[in-house]
């Protein structure tokens, strides 16, 4: 099967990427895609859909915090930045994250060795 | 969804925001302006439906646990349809107890008149507010002095408060009566009152010589002329001569209810103080403040200008108004029934206490057979607060079903009271559930909720996981902890019930002693109906009135029949009455309620003759002139002597000779101590305040009123077709508000006894049912029924031992509180307190016996085998 150059995320990894950026410092929803689209070497491309539900979603569960304020344009954005709650979540589940992948990539990495 | 209308905009804005950005670097990069806009509308997506399904992040989470919580309460409450039918009703009763007495509280202490800036009108009354209605009313004379010196007030107005003999209404069929009052030109605007239909009064209509006009009440309209809009403006007979009707009042208006209780208004009369100039005390007066005037600074200039006016007027007889007392309208209609008001909610209040502990106890029981379950939950990862909530959920969801069905309970309940037209309580056909009902509905439904559910959620959502899931579920040290919380709720429940019975046991005892009281007169089997008669010539008076008393005398089943213009704990009116050559201090009080009476009316109404002799047809009009008086009279103005004989002045005309003694009768109320009363022979006088015949009788009333009827009828035409009105109805009316307040208490703590014995049965039934094993146990090892059964009977006994030992302690204080609601009873009453004791003992010992009964019954082998 051929890999492809952009793919989607696998479900609940969207929340992991928004905290990561975020944790940089205040930033807009705009950037958040842009800067996403960036750090994944434009391997990433964040569905527009997807974002505000998600933004909307951690502010609600007090992950996030918002703000509006000038932005770089001159103009009034909604700027979101991680609340001390949502940093501590962003530690455990990147720690997560970094075990699952090493378990999955043992097996993956194990299967495919059996396989050869 | 308004609630979220801020954020909706919050949402556009910022996603507008991003799309600005977007097409700003599409444009650094080279696009033009439209296509960098469109390009990043495309790359966005469908703009609306990301709006939308951003949004549905904002309330889902929560919603969705509610949801969740509902669904799961709804399955479980299903499955326990009993359970969830008894905890409704319970709380249906407590709830709708409590917005039915809200509701009549609200009417009466808190929720303004039903007049415009009501705040602003006052009562003002003469003889420093307390007495018969002559001390408390004012003369034409110094009405007008004070309406026009007074600097307090923007108007002054008033009505007559003596009752006027019913108009007839003649015209419509049958001549009928007409409950009628007068009232001054001004009255209606002083109040703020506009006219349904038609027009108010004008000041020159009742002038004298003017043509006569009336204001029907609106229930009037609708009865007699059946809404029919045209009579405004056409004139109607009464009492043989016409009078036009002006207009029709607004169904809001309902002069009983706010100036004279438990009676009905038909129509409004307008009176000029010029008529009655002569007439004495006359008018009850209100008045509406200048605005920011205070009752207290209207007070204090009246206090200064009553006595001015009085040496001005030079009306030293009428010493009464010089001690006028200005209160707050409100305060004047509602005052006294503030201190019963409140003793009903503290009542209510504790009903509702009782229901919460009464399901707090079924929860606890019930929470107890789910421990399991929630242990389960809480393993399968949900949270202690979750399982609080969806505890708190169930009773939130039972209290609300419950408040519903209380709700309809409550507004049955007020229907039937606002309808209750013969209690003598003011405001009473005002109370409806309105939305301050709804609300206070909505708040004891939550704080119900609150109270009744908190203490189980907490108790089982703390428990220890592995015991309960361990555990098999008997006997148990989690079990004994539960039951020990049990058996102290149900302690306290029979301490509020107790601390009610004894509350009502004391109005009670109260209200049989009100009943006890010698009267003075025999109000069984006896009526009064209102007559009309021809007499042009005071002559002829007597000679008439001689002639039917004679006439329906004779009537088969007829014991005695009389003529009177008055009776007792009816209206009442006071002349002045002095001894004849006594000299009195200067301050003294001569009044004396008068009765104008035929010959013959002491042993209609059953007063006993104390000395002397009645009244005789032959006391004739030019001959000497004679009253009665009763023992109060005799005590103050010819004390020690037997006034048999004496000459008194002051009432007809010159001088009276006493000619009798009669015992006292209650004049205004049953429970005051009887006052001065002085009767004058009706052959002697023509200053009737009402027509009535009395008739005793020892046949059914209702029977004998056709032959009475048509003996009037053939002596008189045009006597109005009228209902007996039996004396014992008019004693109810005057003792209607104490016995209103003792049966209301009354049933509130029979629901009280009912809950706390439901909630000792339950407890002891639940109880045997987990001990079934060990009752088992005991038996085998030689325990006898007998013991069993003792053992649990001995238990409930102790229960509701330490119950009525806290409550009477607490009953001691409440009683306390209630002292001056009382009448001949001591708030210590010992036959209450030992009678609620022992009350409450018997029904506990019903309560407790059944389940020892089936613990008795409990075959060792089956309980042990189950194991």
Redesign the interface.
């Given at each position: 099967m051929k890999t492809q150059d952009k793919f989607d995320l696998p479900q609940g990894t969207l929340d992991l990427l928004i905290m990561r950026v975020v944790a940089l410092g205040p930033i807009?929803?705009?950037?958040i895609a842009q800067r996403i689209q960036q750090m994944s070497r434009e391997a990433l491309q964040v569905?527009?859909?997807s974002l505000?539900?998600a933004?909307?979603?951690l502010e609600?569960?007090k992950l996030l915090a918002s703000n509006w304020e000038l932005?770089e344009?001159g103009?009034?954005?909604?700027f979101y930045e991680l609340t001390v709650k949502g940093r501590a979540h962003l530690e455990v589940e990147t720690e997560n994250w970094k075990r699952l992948t090493d378990v999955v990539g043992l097996i993956l990495k194990g299967t495919l060795e059996g396989l050869s | 969804m308004s609630l979220f209308d801020g954020r909706k905009k919050e949402l556009n804005e910022e996603i507008e925001s991003h799309l600005r950005m977007a097409a700003a670097d599409r444009v650094a990069a080279g696009a033009t302006p439209e296509d960098a806009r469109r390009d990043a509308m495309r790359e966005f997506g469908n703009v609306p439906l990301v709006a939308d399904v951003t949004r549905e992040r904002w309330g889902w989470l929560r919603m969705e646990n509610l949801m969740q919580d509902l669904r799961y309460t709804w399955r479980t409450l299903k499955r326990e349809r009993s359970f969830a039918a008894v905890a409704i009703l319970i709380l249906a009763l407590g709830i709708g107890a409590n917005v039915v007495v809200f509701s009549v509280v609200n009417t009466v202490l808190l929720r303004p008149l039903p007049f415009d800036h009501s705040q602003e009108l006052a009562w003002i009354a003469g003889g420093g507010g307390v007495g018969g209605l002559s001390d408390v009313t004012y003369r034409t004379d110094s009405y007008e002095a004070f309406r026009d010196h007074n600097q307090s007030f923007r108007a002054v107005a008033g009505f007559v408060p003596f009752r006027a003999p019913d108009f007839k209404l003649t015209g419509y069929g049958e001549p009928k009566p007409v409950a009628g009052v007068w009232v001054m030109a001004d009255f209606l605007q002083t109040l703020g009152i506009q006219p349904m239909l038609g027009r108010d009064f004008t000041a020159q209509e009742a002038l004298p010589g003017s043509a006569s006009v009336a204001l029907l009440t609106y229930p009037y309209w609708k009865t007699q002329f059946h809404g029919d809009q045209s009579i405004v403006g056409r004139s109607i007979t009464l009492d043989n001569m016409p009078v036009t009707v002006v207009g029709v009042l607004p169904p809001s208006f309902d002069f009983g209810s706010v100036f004279a209780p438990g009676t009905k208004t038909d129509l409004v009369r307008a009176i000029h103080p010029y008529d009655v100039r002569n007439y004495g005390h006359m008018f009850s007066l209100v008045g509406r403040l200048k605005p920011g005037v205070t009752p207290a600074q209207a007070q204090a200039e009246v206090s200064v200008l009553f006595p001015q006016m009085r040496d001005a007027l030079k009306t030293q007889n009428w010493a009464s108004d010089a001690n006028t007392v200005i209160t707050g309208l409100k305060e004047h209609v509602s005052g006294e029934l503030r201190r019963s008001l409140i003793v009903l909610w503290c009542a209510v209040g504790m009903i509702l206490l009782i229901v919460c502990v009464n399901l707090s106890n079924l929860l606890m029981a019930r929470a107890a057979g789910r421990s399991k379950e929630f242990a389960m939950r809480t393993a399968l990862g949900a949270g202690r607060g979750r399982i609080v909530r969806q505890l708190l959920t169930e009773s939130l969801l039972l209290s609300s079903a419950g408040a519903l069905l209380g709700l309809g309970l409550a507004f049955a309940a007020v229907m039937y009271l606002a309808h209750q037209g013969s209690l003598a309580l003011p405001l009473l056909s005002e109370v409806r559930i309105d939305t301050a009902s709804l609300l206070w509905t909505l708040a004891i439904a939550m704080v119900a909720a609150v109270l009744f559910g908190i203490v189980p959620a907490v108790r089982v959502s703390g428990i220890n996981l592995q015991e309960t899931l361990k555990d098999s579920g008997h006997g148990t040290s989690a079990g004994r902890k539960h039951q020990r919380i049990r058996s102290t709720l149900v302690v306290s429940e029979i301490a509020l019930a107790c601390v009610l019975l004894v509350g009502a046991g004391l109005l009670l005892r109260s209200f049989l002693k009100v009943m006890d009281v010698d009267l003075g007169f025999q109000p069984s089997h006896t009526a009064a109906l209102p007559i009309t008669f021809n007499a042009t010539t005071d002559e002829q008076r007597g000679e008439v009135l001689h002639e039917m008393v004679r006439r329906v005398g004779d009537l088969p089943g007829v014991e005695a029949t009389a003529f009177t213009d008055s009776l007792p704990l009816d209206r009442n009116r006071s002349w002045g009455l002095q001894a004849k050559g006594r000299t009195y201090p200067p301050d003294w009080n001569n009044d004396i309620y008068v009765s104008v009476v035929s010959p013959g009316f002491f042993r209609a109404m059953g007063i006993r003759i104390v000395a002397g002799r009645d009244f005789a047809w032959t006391d004739a009009l030019k001959g000497t002139q004679v009253i009665l008086i009763n023992e109060a009279t005799a005590k103050r103005d010819w004390p020690g002597q037997n006034p048999v004989g004496k000459i008194a002045v002051g009432v007809g005309r010159g001088e009276t000779t006493v000619i009798g003694v009669v015992a006292n009768v209650p004049e205004s109320s049953v429970e005051k101590a009887s006052t001065p009363q002085v009767y004058v022979p009706v052959t002697q006088s023509n200053d009737l305040a009402d027509q009535l015949l009395i008739v005793r009788s020892s046949l059914p009333l209702d029977s004998l009123a056709p032959s009475v009827m048509s003996t009037l009828r053939s002596m008189n035409p045009g006597q109005p077709a009228t209902t007996f009105r039996t004396l014992d109805s008019v004693v109810d009316h005057s003792t209607s508000p104490r016995r209103f307040f003792a049966v209301l208490v009354g049933i509130f703590a029979g629901l009280g006894l009912l809950l706390a014995s439901l909630g000792i049965y339950g407890v002891i039934s639940y109880a045997v049912t987990r001990q079934t094993q060990e009752i088992g146990v005991r038996m085998a090892l030689g325990a006898t029924r007998e013991r069993v059964q003792m053992g649990v009977i001995s238990r409930t006994l102790r229960m509701a031992v330490i119950g009525i030992a806290v409550g009477t302690v607490a009953s001691f204080v409440v009683a306390k509180t209630i002292s001056t609601m009382l009448f001949g009873t001591e708030p210590t009453d010992p036959v209450t307190f030992v009678g609620v004791a022992v009350l409450l003992l018997g029904v506990a010992f019903v309560a407790g016996y059944l389940p020892a009964r089936r613990a008795a019954r409990i075959d060792p082998m089956v309980a042990l085998r189950s194991e």
């Amino acid at each position: 099967m051929k890999t492809q150059d952009k793919f989607d995320l696998p479900q609940g990894t969207l929340d992991l990427l928004i905290m990561r950026v975020v944790a940089l410092g205040p930033i807009h929803g705009y950037a958040i895609a842009q800067r996403i689209q960036q750090m994944s070497r434009e391997a990433l491309q964040v569905q527009q859909g997807s974002l505000y539900p998600a933004l909307h979603r951690l502010e609600y569960k007090k992950l996030l915090a918002s703000n509006w304020e000038l932005s770089e344009t001159g103009r009034e954005a909604k700027f979101y930045e991680l609340t001390v709650k949502g940093r501590a979540h962003l530690e455990v589940e990147t720690e997560n994250w970094k075990r699952l992948t090493d378990v999955v990539g043992l097996i993956l990495k194990g299967t495919l060795e059996g396989l050869s | 969804m308004s609630l979220f209308d801020g954020r909706k905009k919050e949402l556009n804005e910022e996603i507008e925001s991003h799309l600005r950005m977007a097409a700003a670097d599409r444009v650094a990069a080279g696009a033009t302006p439209e296509d960098a806009r469109r390009d990043a509308m495309r790359e966005f997506g469908n703009v609306p439906l990301v709006a939308d399904v951003t949004r549905e992040r904002w309330g889902w989470l929560r919603m969705e646990n509610l949801m969740q919580d509902l669904r799961y309460t709804w399955r479980t409450l299903k499955r326990e349809r009993s359970f969830a039918a008894v905890a409704i009703l319970i709380l249906a009763l407590g709830i709708g107890a409590n917005v039915v007495v809200f509701s009549v509280v609200n009417t009466v202490l808190l929720r303004p008149l039903p007049f415009d800036h009501s705040q602003e009108l006052a009562w003002i009354a003469g003889g420093g507010g307390v007495g018969g209605l002559s001390d408390v009313t004012y003369r034409t004379d110094s009405y007008e002095a004070f309406r026009d010196h007074n600097q307090s007030f923007r108007a002054v107005a008033g009505f007559v408060p003596f009752r006027a003999p019913d108009f007839k209404l003649t015209g419509y069929g049958e001549p009928k009566p007409v409950a009628g009052v007068w009232v001054m030109a001004d009255f209606l605007q002083t109040l703020g009152i506009q006219p349904m239909l038609g027009r108010d009064f004008t000041a020159q209509e009742a002038l004298p010589g003017s043509a006569s006009v009336a204001l029907l009440t609106y229930p009037y309209w609708k009865t007699q002329f059946h809404g029919d809009q045209s009579i405004v403006g056409r004139s109607i007979t009464l009492d043989n001569m016409p009078v036009t009707v002006v207009g029709v009042l607004p169904p809001s208006f309902d002069f009983g209810s706010v100036f004279a209780p438990g009676t009905k208004t038909d129509l409004v009369r307008a009176i000029h103080p010029y008529d009655v100039r002569n007439y004495g005390h006359m008018f009850s007066l209100v008045g509406r403040l200048k605005p920011g005037v205070t009752p207290a600074q209207a007070q204090a200039e009246v206090s200064v200008l009553f006595p001015q006016m009085r040496d001005a007027l030079k009306t030293q007889n009428w010493a009464s108004d010089a001690n006028t007392v200005i209160t707050g309208l409100k305060e004047h209609v509602s005052g006294e029934l503030r201190r019963s008001l409140i003793v009903l909610w503290c009542a209510v209040g504790m009903i509702l206490l009782i229901v919460c502990v009464n399901l707090s106890n079924l929860l606890m029981a019930r929470a107890a057979g789910r421990s399991k379950e929630f242990a389960m939950r809480t393993a399968l990862g949900a949270g202690r607060g979750r399982i609080v909530r969806q505890l708190l959920t169930e009773s939130l969801l039972l209290s609300s079903a419950g408040a519903l069905l209380g709700l309809g309970l409550a507004f049955a309940a007020v229907m039937y009271l606002a309808h209750q037209g013969s209690l003598a309580l003011p405001l009473l056909s005002e109370v409806r559930i309105d939305t301050a009902s709804l609300l206070w509905t909505l708040a004891i439904a939550m704080v119900a909720a609150v109270l009744f559910g908190i203490v189980p959620a907490v108790r089982v959502s703390g428990i220890n996981l592995q015991e309960t899931l361990k555990d098999s579920g008997h006997g148990t040290s989690a079990g004994r902890k539960h039951q020990r919380i049990r058996s102290t709720l149900v302690v306290s429940e029979i301490a509020l019930a107790c601390v009610l019975l004894v509350g009502a046991g004391l109005l009670l005892r109260s209200f049989l002693k009100v009943m006890d009281v010698d009267l003075g007169f025999q109000p069984s089997h006896t009526a009064a109906l209102p007559i009309t008669f021809n007499a042009t010539t005071d002559e002829q008076r007597g000679e008439v009135l001689h002639e039917m008393v004679r006439r329906v005398g004779d009537l088969p089943g007829v014991e005695a029949t009389a003529f009177t213009d008055s009776l007792p704990l009816d209206r009442n009116r006071s002349w002045g009455l002095q001894a004849k050559g006594r000299t009195y201090p200067p301050d003294w009080n001569n009044d004396i309620y008068v009765s104008v009476v035929s010959p013959g009316f002491f042993r209609a109404m059953g007063i006993r003759i104390v000395a002397g002799r009645d009244f005789a047809w032959t006391d004739a009009l030019k001959g000497t002139q004679v009253i009665l008086i009763n023992e109060a009279t005799a005590k103050r103005d010819w004390p020690g002597q037997n006034p048999v004989g004496k000459i008194a002045v002051g009432v007809g005309r010159g001088e009276t000779t006493v000619i009798g003694v009669v015992a006292n009768v209650p004049e205004s109320s049953v429970e005051k101590a009887s006052t001065p009363q002085v009767y004058v022979p009706v052959t002697q006088s023509n200053d009737l305040a009402d027509q009535l015949l009395i008739v005793r009788s020892s046949l059914p009333l209702d029977s004998l009123a056709p032959s009475v009827m048509s003996t009037l009828r053939s002596m008189n035409p045009g006597q109005p077709a009228t209902t007996f009105r039996t004396l014992d109805s008019v004693v109810d009316h005057s003792t209607s508000p104490r016995r209103f307040f003792a049966v209301l208490v009354g049933i509130f703590a029979g629901l009280g006894l009912l809950l706390a014995s439901l909630g000792i049965y339950g407890v002891i039934s639940y109880a045997v049912t987990r001990q079934t094993q060990e009752i088992g146990v005991r038996m085998a090892l030689g325990a006898t029924r007998e013991r069993v059964q003792m053992g649990v009977i001995s238990r409930t006994l102790r229960m509701a031992v330490i119950g009525i030992a806290v409550g009477t302690v607490a009953s001691f204080v409440v009683a306390k509180t209630i002292s001056t609601m009382l009448f001949g009873t001591e708030p210590t009453d010992p036959v209450t307190f030992v009678g609620v004791a022992v009350l409450l003992l018997g029904v506990a010992f019903v309560a407790g016996y059944l389940p020892a009964r089936r613990a008795a019954r409990i075959d060792p082998m089956v309980a042990l085998r189950s194991e």
